[in-house]
C-alpha cells in the first residue's frame, strides 16, 4: 500500500526499461542535487546509467546558461532518444520527475519546456519539538519523535511537552521519500517547526538542536529544498539573557547577528526565518513600542550577509474586539498593521500574507494586501492541513480554492497583469523573493495524510505555484494517474468524480455564502454557529431574527471594502455585484433577499445544506463500488472516512438549518425535514 504519487512501485512499469546518459564529463562533489539525481536512478528507479551516449534511451543535456531561469527543464524527443535539457542539475532534476509525470498521466514527451510561476515554493511545518502538529491530522511529527509517538491527538491547546534528550525522529527512509514527493512538484523551500515556537522549539536555532537541523538540511538540500526555520522573537531573552528583545536594542541586535553566524557555520544554505509576531498571544515588536518593519528589518540586517531572508507574516490581530463596536473587524487587521509600512521594509524581507483577510476560511474574498502593497516583497500563504476544511476526514480537493485565488483580478488601475499570481511579482521589490506557502499536512499516518485522498492538496499545491494556469481538474487527473496505477478507468473516473466537486460540497454544508467561524471553538472541526459569535477576537456572523452577515460595506458597515481597488471596492460594496458565495462576508441581509440565483437568502442556506448532505452520501455510495479495484487498506481508510463525514455533513444540515428556522421563522419552500 502506499498513495505517493512518486512510488516506485507504480513508476517502474513506466520507466523501468531506460537506460540513462550524462552529457556532464564529471560530478562535482559539491554538486548534492546532481548527486542524488544519480542515486534516484539507481537506487530508486533501479535504472542503469551509461557512459555510452548511444546506449541510452534518456539524455540529460546541461547546457549552463542556456535558460534564464535555472528550474526552467526541456524535454524533447531526437532519434528515437529523450532529451531532459536544463542549466544544471536542479533542473534536471525537476525534468526528471516531470518526465515520469507526463508518462504516467498519458501527456506527450515530444516537446514540453516548463518555467516554475513562482520564485518560492514552500511548505510550512508546524511540527514541534514533542513531536505533535498544531492543527495536524495525519499522526504525529516526521521530524520530531523522541517520545516515539505516531498519533498527534487533537488538544486544541498545543501545549508542547517536555523532551529530555534528542527530540529528532531521525526517520531518514521517510525523510527522503517526503523530499522526493516535494521535489516530484517543484517545492524549493520547507520551514520545519510550528510558527507558535513554544517551550524547548526557541532553541532549534542553537547547539545541541541545530546540528540536527543541519542534517536535515542535508537531506533536503540533494532535492533543491532549503530549510527555514520559524522563530520565538523573545529569544534574545530566552536564549541570550537579555532583559529585552526590543529590535533597536544594540544587544539584541548582536544577539541575533551571532545566531545567524552560528546558523550558516552549520547550514551554508540556510534560508533563513519565518517569524510570526503580535499575533495571538505571540510576543513581538509592538510591545517594545516598535513598528513590525522596525523588527523585520533588524532581522533582515543580521540574516543579509549571508543571503538570508526573513519570512514575516501578516496574520497580525492582537487588537481585541470590543463586540459592542461593529467598526472594528478582524478582517481589517493585516492590511491596517501592514499598509502604512509599505516600502519600508528590506529587500531580504518577505511578507507572507493568508490568502484570505481572516484565517483559512472555507470561503473568503482576496486579501486587499495583494495590490495596495506596491513596495514590499510578497509571499501568498495557503493551509493543506485541512484545519477548517475537513481535517483530512472529509474528502476535500481543496486545489479549485487556491486556483481561484491565484487567479482573482485585484483590477488594480495602475498594474499591467490584475490576477493575484502576478500581482504580488509585478509589485514585489525582488521576484526572487516572492512566491506562494502553505501550511503542510502531512505525518506519521500511514496514507502520509489522514485520509488518503487528501494527498492529493500536497500534490495540487505543488503544482499550482509552479504552473499558476493549471486547473484544478486537470491537476487532479494528473494524481490520480499517478496513484492509481492498478485501477481501471472506472474508479479512476469515480474518484475523479468524487474529489473535483468536494470542495464545493464541504462549502454547501459547511458555514454558508462566505460566513466564517461555524465551527466547535479551538478545535475547528464540526459545526457550531455560535461557537465564536461575539468572540474576544471576532463576530462573524451577526445573525438575529432580521438577517444574517457582517456588514463590511463604507457605507453603513466595517468599512472594510475601502481597501480594494476602486472597481473591486465598489463591486463588493453593492449587494447585487457580490457574489452570492461572499454575499454574507460582506453585507449584512435580511433572510428574504433575492440572490443572484434567484432564491432567497434562506432558501439559499437551505437548500445548499441539503444538497451537502445529499451530495456526501452519494460519495459514501459511489466509492462503496470500488472495493474491488482499490488496494484494501487505502479502501476502507476512505470509506471509514465517508462515513464520519456523512454524520459531519448531517449535523451541519441540522444544526445550521434549524438554527435559521428559528431566526427567520421561514419554511423551506420544498418541504423538507427541519427539525423545530
Ligand atoms: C499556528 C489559526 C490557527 C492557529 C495558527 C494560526 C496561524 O488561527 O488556529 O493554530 O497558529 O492560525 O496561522 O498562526
Not at 162 to 168: E, W, Y
Not at 311 to 324: L, M
Not at 386 to 408: R, S, T
Not at 409 to 431: A, C, F, I, W, Y
Amino acid at each position: 500500500m502506499n498513495n505517493t504519487w512518486v512510488n516506485e512501485d507504480n513508476i517502474s512499469s513506466f520507466m523501468g526499461n531506460d537506460v540513462f546518459y550524462f552529457n556532464q564529463a564529471r560530478i562535482e562533489i559539491q554538486d548534492t542535487i546532481g548527486l542524488r539525481l544519480r542515486k534516484e536512478i539507481l537506487e530508486w528507479l533501479n535504472c542503469e546509467i551509461t557512459y555510452e551516449q548511444q546506449d541510452a534511451t534518456i539524455i540529460f543535456n546541461y547546457c549552463n546558461s542556456k535558460f534564464k531561469n535555472d528550474d526552467t527543464y526541456h524535454i524533447y524527443q531526437t532519434k528515437g532518444k529523450t532529451i531532459i535539457e536544463g542549466n544544471g542539475s536542479k533542473a534536471m532534476l525537476y525534468g526528471f520527475y516531470a518526465l515520469i509525470r507526463l508518462r504516467m498521466s498519458h501527456q506527450s514527451e515530444q516537446d514540453y519546456t516548463s518555467t516554475p510561476d513562482q520564485s518560492i515554493r514552500m511548505i510550512d511545518h508546524w511540527d514541534q519539538i514533542d513531536g505533535s502538529i498544531e492543527r495536524g491530522y495525519a499522526g504525529a511529527s516526521i521530524f520530531f519523535g523522541a517520545l516515539n509517538k505516531l498519533d498527534n491527538p487533537d488538544r486544541g491547546d498545543f501545549g508542547v511537552d517536555r523532551v529530555d534528550g534528542d527530540p529528532f525522529r531521525h526517520n531518514q527512509e521517510k525523510l527522503i521519500t517526503y523530499a522526493r514527493m516535494l521535489a516530484s512538484v517543484g517545492i524549493n523551500a520547507i520551514s520545519l517547526n510550528n510558527v507558535n515556537v513554544r517551550g524547548q522549539g526557541t532553541n532549534l536555532i542553537i547547539d545541541p538542536y541545530l546540528s540536527e537541523v543541519a542534517e536535515l538540511a542535508d537531506t533536503f538540500r540533494q532535492f533543491g529544498i532549503k530549510l527555514f526555520l520559524s522563530i520565538n522573537w523573545e529569544s534574545p531573552k530566552h536564549i541570550g539573557g537579555l532583559a529585552t528583545s526590543d529590535p533597536l536594542d544594540e544587544n539584541v541586535k548582536k544577539f541575533w547577528k551571532d545566531i545567524c553566524q552560528g546558523i550558516y557555520k552549520e547550514i551554508p544554505d540556510f534560508g533563513g526565518f519565518l517569524v510570526k509576531a503580535d499575533s495571538e498571544g505571540e510576543p513581538g515588536p509592538y510591545q517594545y513600542g516598535r513598528t513590525h518593519a522596525e523588527g523585520a528589518n533588524m532581522l533582515a540586517r543580521a540574516i543579509g550577509p549571508y543571503q538570508g531572508t526573513i519570512i514575516w507574516r501578516t496574520f497580525v490581530y492582537n487588537s481585541k474586539q470590543d463586540w459592542r463596536d461593529r467598526r472594528t473587524d478582524r478582517a481589517k487587521a493585516a492590511f491596517e498593521n501592514f499598509k502604512p509600512l509599505d516600502g519600508q521594509f528590506d529587500k531580504n524581507v518577505i511578507l507572507q500574507i493568508k490568502f484570505g483577510p481572516i484565517d483559512f476560511q472555507t470561503s473568503e474574498p482576496l486579501s486587499p494586501l495583494f495590490g495596495a502593497l506596491k513596495q514590499t516583497n510578497q509571499m501568498m500563504e495557503f493551509e493543506i492541513s485541512a484545519e477548517y476544511l475537513g481535517h483530512q476526514i472529509d474528502v476535500n480537493y481543496v486545489v479549485p480554492q487556491w486556483q481561484h485565488m491565484i487567479n482573482v483580478n485585484t483590477k488594480q488601475p495602475d498594474l499591467k497583469d490584475g490576477t493575484s499570481s502576478q500581482v504580488l511579482r509585478e509589485t514585489s521589490l525582488n521576484v526572487e523573493n516572492t512566491g506562494f506557502a502553505a501550511v503542510g499536512n502531512v505525518g506519521m499516518s500511514p496514507f502520509w495524510t489522514g485520509n488518503p485522498l487528501a494527498l492529493a492538496n500536497l500534490y495540487g499545491f505543488g503544482r499550482l505555484c509552479w504552473d499558476n494556469r493549471a486547473t484544478a481538474n486537470d491537476i487532479l487527473k494528473e494524481w490520480l494517474d499517478q496513484t492509481f496505477v492498478e485501477s481501471n478507468a472506472t474508479t479512476k473516473r469515480s474518484i475523479f468524480n468524487i474529489m473535483s466537486t468536494s470542495n464545493e460540497t464541504y462549502r454547501m454544508y459547511n458555514a454558508p455564502l462566505g460566513v466564517g467561524f461555524m465551527v466547535v471553538p479551538h478545535f475547528h472541526y464540526g459545526v457550531s454557529v455560535n461557537g465564536y459569535e461575539y468572540d474576544r477576537w471576532g463576530t462573524y456572523h451577526f445573525a438575529d431574527r432580521n438577517g444574517v452577515g457582517v456588514d463590511r460595506t463604507q457605507a453603513t458597515g466595517s468599512g472594510f471594502t475601502k481597501f480594494y481597488s476602486p472597481k473591486v471596492a465598489s463591486q463588493y460594496e453593492n449587494v447585487e455585484t457580490t457574489p452570492d458565495d461572499l454575499v454574507l462576508f460582506f453585507h449584512h441581509l435580511p433572510y428574504t433577499t433575492v440572490l443572484k440565483n434567484g432564491e432567497t437568502l434562506i432558501q439559499t442556506i437551505y437548500d445548499q445544506h441539503f444538497e451537502g448532505y445529499e451530495r456526501s452520501s452519494n460519495y459514501l455510495k459511489e466509492w462503496q463500488k470500488l472495493s474491488t479495484d482499490l488496494d484494501k487498506n487505502i479502501y476502507e481508510k476512505v470509506l471509514q472516512c465517508l462515513h464520519k463525514q456523512l454524520q459531519n455533513a448531517l449535523e451541519w444540515r441540522d444544526q445550521v438549518n434549524t438554527y435559521f428556522y428559528r431566526m427567520s421563522g421561514i419554511k423551506d419552500k420544498r418541504g423538507r425535514k427541519i427539525y423545530q
